[in-house]
């Protein structure tokens, strides 16, 4: 797999990143506990989140930034997904919902 272009050339703005993680169904993707640890079921936008670890963000310019946008959005926190590893340059996390305990 691979990050689609579009993702990472400009900050796209919520709207069209809102309608994109409604088409994908990610609303859906909530995070729930499993056996005392939180578990993602979303595939699609966890598989671009892992293969932009360990890279800085030269290599995929805005990608991190509207994948997190899209989840942020759609379900309005990132419990449950590990965002270990990620070069944060474009990425405002100040005042979100990283995790539940």
Do not use: C, M
Request: proline share 2%.
């Amino acid at each position: 797999k691979t990050i689609p272009e579009a993702l990472s050339k400009n900050k796209i703005s919520d709207d069209v990143l809102q309608f994109a993680g409604e088409v994908l169904g990610d609303y859906k993707n909530k995070s729930v506990p499993i056996n005392e640890k939180w578990q993602n079921n979303d595939l699609l936008l966890i598989d671009f989140i892992n293969l932009l670890k360990d890279k800085d963000h030269e290599e995929y310019g805005f990608a991190l930034h509207n994948i997190l946008k899209i989840i942020e959005l759609v379900r309005g926190e990132f419990t449950g997904i590990d965002l270990s590893n990620l070069d944060f340059k474009n990425v405002d996390l100040n005042k979100k919902i990283l995790g539940r305990t």
